[in-house]
């Protein structure tokens, strides 16, 4: 199965404000394409309207070469998953049956089938929190919780991967280990889109860098190139600077 | 807490479901037998008056509308707590129930009798909430999505202006008619000829299966409308249906008994931190546990100070606010 989503000339006004104007990219199967961008550039905005949160005001969204508003919505939610930045903390759900919702594109049963729950054991183990699957939500420290949703993405079984900010609340192991499924899920051949502010873990598991900066697309570049011309660091702060580590890895590190 | 992730397996829901469908079948065989007059279980059998007459016409059809009226309130606000997102929505926070109550408060004060058959108060009721519904929603509806923070200030705006509105009705009336306002505005389960209360069943019964057949995209709507959207959901389809279904039973409700409060903020909170959240199991629950509450407070009612009668209302909400907070206290804090 092959995944390819354009975003055309996307636009979108808040009040006359734009937020975003003209916004084109490109992503195909086997991406990581990371956003980056600082506070207020509009990275959140654009995974929403290509989430179908939101209309955009000007421009196209399209996913394998069919306007995203015309999908069916549960046939689109079997292609397209959305990591949400935070959900309302005080949920009264079991970590599982959060997790179980991911399935719900996939079946028109009343209750899942086995089939079901041996997708929510599998996506729960690999972010590691299925010991975590009684616990109510609202118990979990915010790093755990942040696992449970990336596990009801994954348990979706989608193809392309819409994650904002998948690792905040997370430790560092969690952290490295959150960006490398995704690295997994790119080999298996998704996609994934994912707001970070983490120039670190962006330059070590991304294939792609996106830059936003007033609404616009700054940088579009594959890592390696974003590597070889580091220039556009000034796009976030005059401090930063590309070193390389002893093991020949290229670091960003601040003066 | 007795609450055990079980990977949405049927036998557990059905476990459930099973326990509160027999406490309703129950409370629908005991509770008429519960009276400030004892009825004769022999006389009963042969037929012999007035045990009979009192049993069939008064306590069956009381416990009934009791059973209903208390199942449609409760799964009402279970819906209402979903599609808003919020622990505190009732038909009363987002004034459906207030609507519907002026309704009823005008058919009185014009002396409104009967509409092509159907009893004024009735038709009233119905025309008042759906006028507070159109007006909420509309007033919270900004490019075809409904906010829950907006739905909510505008139902608590729509609730005082219609609280309000009674007030000012209630001094332009006469004596009489300003005691048979006091009398409905205070909400009790009494009886109601059968032809009535079977136009009531079907209407609570049609509408909550609109209800639970949604179920499992409640659940969705329960995390977020978002988060259902991004999951396959309709959400605006699912919202509109959401409102209709929630306020006809609100109505239909409100229109027999007057209104009842807290039925439905007590029952889904007591389900949902005894039981689960999850709505394939919440919602039966809550419908069936809500009717055996609120006509057994309504049993309750009628002997504890016997001959006179309390209100099921009020009975709910002395027994049923207390122990909710004894409830709520027994969470761990978050």
């Known amino acids: ?255 | 807490m007795g609450v055990v992730f079980v990977m949405g397996h049927s036998s557990h829901a059905g476990r459930w479901v099973a326990v509160f469908a027999v406490a309703f079948c129950a409370a629908a065989l005991l509770l008429p037998f519960v009276g400030p007059f004892g009825l004769d279980l022999e006389r009963v059998r042969a037929r012999q008056e007035p045990d009979w007459s009192i049993l069939v016409q008064l306590r069956v059809s009381r416990t009934l509308l009791g059973l209903f009226a208390g199942g449609a309130l409760s799964l009402a606000g279970t819906l209402f707590q979903a599609m808003l997102s919020d622990a505190l929505a009732t038909p009363y926070t987002l004034g459906i129930s207030a609507g519907a109550s002026l309704g009823a408060v005008v058919a009185i004060w014009l002396g409104w009798q009967q509409v092509a058959g159907i009893p004024a108060i009735w038709v009233a009721s119905l025309a008042g909430a759906a006028m507070v519904l159109a007006l909420v929603v509309g007033s919270a509806l900004q490019q075809r999505r409904v906010s829950s923070f907006s739905l909510l200030l505008s139902g608590l705006a729509a609730n005082s202006v219609c609280s309000a509105l009674i007030i000012v009705i209630y001094g332009l009336v006469s004596t009489t008619k300003s005691f048979s306002i006091t009398r409905w505005l205070i909400g009790s389960v009494d009886s109601v000829d059968y032809s009535a209360l079977s136009g009531f069943v079907a209407v609570v019964v049609l509408a909550a299966a609109v209800v639970m057949r949604q179920a499992r995209s409640w659940n969705l709507m329960a995390v977020d409308p978002s988060w259902a959207a991004t999951r396959g959901a309709r959400v605006t389809r699912l919202t509109l249906s959401g409102y209709g279904a929630g306020s006809l039973l609100t109505a239909a409700t409100v229109a027999l008994t007057g209104p009842i409060g807290f039925v439905g903020l007590v029952v889904p909170h007591l389900i949902r931190t005894r039981i689960g959240a999850d709505h394939r199991v919440l919602m039966p629950c809550a419908f069936l546990g809500g009717g055996v509450l609120l006509a057994g407070c309504d049993a309750i009612g009628r002997v504890v100070i016997a001959p006179s009668e309390i209100p099921a209302g009020a009975v709910m909400a002395i027994l049923g606010g207390p122990y909710l907070v004894w409830v709520l206290r027994q969470r761990s804090p978050l």
């Not at chain 1, 959305?82 to 991911?102: N, S, T, Y």
């Not at chain 1, 929190?129 to 348990?155: I, Y």
């Not at chain 1, 392309?160 to 997994?184: G, N, Y």
């Open chain 1, 1 to 255: 199965m092959s995944i390819r989503l354009q975003i055309v000339d996307v636009a979108w006004h808040v009040n006359g404000r734009p937020v975003l104007s003209s916004v084109s990219l490109d992503i195909r199967e086997r991406e990581v394409a990371v956003v980056m961008g600082r506070n207020g550039a509009g990275k959140s905005t654009l995974l929403d309207i290509v989430a179908g949160l939101r209309q955009p005001t000007g421009g196209d969204v399209r996913l394998n070469d069919r306007p995203a508003a015309a999908w069916d919505p549960r046939d689109r939610a079997r292609l397209v998953a959305h990591l949400p930045q935070a959900v309302r903390p005080d949920l009264p759900f079991l970590a599982g049956e959060l997790v179980l919702m991911g399935r719900y594109p996939h079946t028109d049963r009343w209750f899942e089938s086995d089939e079901d729950r041996l997708a929510v054991e599998r996506a729960m183990r690999r972010t590691d929190c299925w010991d975590l699957r009684d616990r109510l939500v609202q118990t979990l420290s915010g790093g755990e919780r942040q696992r449970v949703l990336l596990a009801a993405c994954f348990a979706q079984a989608p193809q392309l991967l819409l994650l904002d900010e998948p690792s905040t609340h997370l430790d560092i192991d969690q952290q490295l280990h959150c960006f490398s499924l995704l690295r997994e899920e790119s080999a298996r051949g998704a996609a994934c889109l994912a707001v970070t502010h983490d120039l670190n873990l962006a330059l070590t598991y991304a294939t792609r860098l996106i830059v936003l900066a007033q609404g616009r697309v700054a940088l579009d570049v594959p890592v390696e190139e974003a590597v070889r011309a580091p220039d556009w660091l000034a796009l976030f702060s005059p401090r930063l600077s590309l070193c390389t580590t002893p093991s020949g890895r290229p670091w960003v590190s601040y003066s």
